[in-house]
């Protein structure tokens, strides 16, 4: 109990860096802070960024929903569309459910936390300037929307191409700054959404996979068609085709994201909202993407982190061995 | 560890006073000074098997403030709502439309965690329920009041047309709300018509003034006080009127019979306004008793064992209910 409450005076600079910058949140905004029990300090950080602020902030805490994607209790679902501003340092993500959907549609700005941990706010990612990364974000993200064919290929073995004709990206800026925006700090990535059933190659994860953690033993996912049709490796593999299993959904399969990770201060922690904004790193996501511009909704959503590949659009390189060309 | 003492007083709260069921949607309000109090509900609320909600709030600049919307929205959705915060929000806007909504509310304005210890908590609420009803309707019914003491009390009260309000702790039904642990049969006297004296002698639980060390005379004329008299504790409490410049405040506002056997005379405003057998008026607004002036705050003024009479017929004397 000590400890935690001394690393409140270490965590408070990146609590003020998502406050102040981030969801830029004024004087006399509204802030709600939706928490879990497993994350209150994390919560408490920003509470006490949002005072010095001068924001009227209420932390609402519930327990832990049992897997990522479930619905907060019906009173925090009702003040979430009452806030300014709303943050969500949880344990298992709430980005992904109608009461996010609905309070941004009343015009909150959101900032989603899932699986935040007290370290990711003292250093690391946080540290970024979000700001000066937001210009190099939208322009790969206009990238990616310009691009019709993509393609996917590293040392370690990864050869994939696909489809992205039609597809519009995503830039995860790490900012939420206006009205009903949404933003996942300290991740800052662009990502599309691929045509589905047009990814066809060889993925070979050695970063780090989400809900995983960090890979010892790289995993080998055999694409065909957009679907992932086998997946070899150690104990990671082993882990993956599990979870994948456990969905019972057809579709968990699917190829359902391809996104590039673009915070420079980000480095692999084995916890997804840092690993998958490395700078360079390419994430391949199974799975679904019905929220940012696909058709696949398969009640999860799992994303594989390649190290530092190259990365063509319309055989213009955009990405070299993890340094960017653009 | 003093968590584990309180947990006695929590179980009571959700089983006994608000009922609660698993599934129910249990929203505790709260600010940074009473989170102690509030997680012991807490705990308590996610044992019972609710879908329990810790709301925490900046405390409040004064009484009857409202809360920040989205609290305010919070309550709407909730089964039950209990509310540990250092500065009431009884009488707002956000609790009357949670209760409207279906909400069972118990409300714990200045609660402390002994008073969730021991005190008032350890009565057997659903045993003083019927009589606590049983006084609200004897005050209903009656044309006048005269409550004498003595200490020197002797005040006359027109109740005609009034409806009595019995807080009785238990809040087991959609729409009820209470206090706790004052259990308390209360009534707003008719406006502009008490007349006489009240001597209190017990407590002032509001401004920091507390138990007190002599008493306080007021001279009560056409339903207002017109006059102060007594020590130190009587020139802070002279202050405390003149201070919002609003002639509301003098208003004699509320007739407080208190009926709970376990709470003592300590200061604290909910557990002194419950001892049994003693007697507060309510100074100030009574709109939230059906009368019609809005003061600028409302609080009361609590004297030991004195004599009440409804219509000539002793109803309390010496700390005794003749009921």
Redesign the interface.
């Known amino acids: 109990m000590m400890s935690t409450d001394f690393k409140q005076i270490l965590m408070f600079p990146g609590a003020r860096k998502l406050v102040d910058v981030c969801a830029a949140v004024q004087q006399g905004e509204?802030v709600?802070i939706v928490t879990d029990v497993e994350r209150i300090s994390v919560a408490k950080s920003i509470?006490s960024a949002c005072?010095a602020r001068g924001a009227?902030?209420?932390?609402?805490?519930?327990?832990p929903r049992k897997v990522h994607g479930i619905e907060p209790?019906?009173?925090?679902?009702?003040?979430?569309?009452?806030?300014d501003v709303v943050f969500e340092p949880t344990s298992k993500s709430i980005a992904h459910t109608a009461a996010t959907q609905g309070a941004r549609e009343k015009g909150a700005r959101v900032i989603t936390l899932a699986e935040i941990t007290e370290e990711m706010l003292i250093s690391g990612a946080i540290e970024a300037d979000f700001e000066a990364q937001k210009q190099t974000t939208e322009r790969v993200m206009e990238a990616l929307s310009q691009a019709s064919k993509a393609r996917v290929y590293s040392d370690a073995g990864t050869e994939i191409e696909m489809s992205l004709e039609g597809r519009r990206g995503r830039a995860l800026t790490g900012l939420a700054c206006e009205r009903g925006s949404y933003s996942s700090p300290p991740n800052i990535e662009a990502s599309i959404a691929p045509v589905e059933g047009t990814a066809n190659g060889v993925v070979i994860v050695d970063a780090s996979i989400s809900g995983i953690g960090l890979i010892s033993n790289p995993v080998r996912i055999k694409v065909q068609e957009g679907v992932a049709r086998a997946i070899e490796g150690g104990e990671e593999a082993r882990k993956l085709r599990q979870m994948l299993k456990s969905a019972n959904n057809p579709y968990a399969y699917y190829i359902a994201e391809l996104g590039i990770g673009l915070n420079p201060k980000a480095s692999l922690k084995g916890s997804l909202l840092e690993d998958e904004a490395v700078l360079g790193t390419v994430h391949i996501a199974l799975g679904s993407n019905a929220d940012f511009g696909g058709t696949i909704r398969a009640g999860l959503h799992v994303d594989s982190i390649i190290w530092k590949p190259t990365l063509e659009l319309d055989g213009k390189v955009i990405l070299e061995e993890g340094e960017l060309r653009i | 560890m003093k968590q584990l003492l309180m947990m006695r007083g929590a179980k009571k709260l959700m089983e006994n006073n608000t009922a609660v069921k698993p599934g129910e949607k249990v929203l505790i309000i709260t600010d940074p000074e009473m989170v102690s109090i509030a997680q012991a509900l807490a705990i308590m609320a996610y044992a019972e098997g609710a879908e329990t909600v810790m709301a925490i709030m900046p405390p409040r600049e004064f009484d009857s403030q409202e809360p920040p919307e989205t609290v305010a929205a919070a309550m709407k959705m909730a089964d039950v709502i209990f509310t540990p915060v250092t500065r009431s929000i009884t009488h707002t806007q956000a609790l009357h439309e949670g209760v409207a909504a279906g909400a069972r509310a118990i409300v714990m304005t200045a609660f402390t965690e002994d008073l969730l210890i021991s005190g008032g908590i350890e009565a057997d609420f659903q045993a003083q329920k019927p009589i606590c009803e049983k006084v609200a309707q004897l005050l209903e019914e009656a044309k006048g009041a005269r409550l004498t003491s003595d200490a020197g009390t002797d005040l006359t009260m027109n109740l005609t047309g009034r409806k009595g309000s019995p807080l009785t702790c238990v809040a087991d039904k959609p729409g009820l709300f209470s206090p706790m642990p004052n259990i308390e049969a209360a009534i707003s006297p008719v406006e502009y018509e008490s007349e006489g004296t009240i001597v209190t002698d017990a407590s002032i639980p509001y401004w920091g003034i507390g138990l007190l060390e002599e008493p306080i005379t007021l001279t009560v004329k056409g339903g207002l006080i017109t006059d102060i008299r007594g020590g130190k504790q009587a020139q802070e409490l002279k202050r405390v009127f003149e201070r919002p410049g609003d002639p509301n405040v003098y208003n004699i506002a509320e007739l407080g019979i208190q009926l709970n056997p376990k709470c003592r005379m300590c200061g604290i405003m909910l557990e002194d306004q419950g001892v049994f057998g003693c007697v507060h008026i309510g100074i100030g607004s009574n709109t939230s008793f059906g009368g019609k002036i809005q003061a600028a705050f409302h609080f009361d003024v609590i004297m030991w064992y004195p004599k009440l009479e409804l219509d000539g017929k002793v109803i309390l004397e010496k700390g005794q209910l003749l009921i």
């Open positions: 509204k709600l509470a005072v009227e902030v209420v932390v609402m805490i519930m327990t209790p019906a009173p925090i679902v009702a003040a979430m569309s009452a806030a």
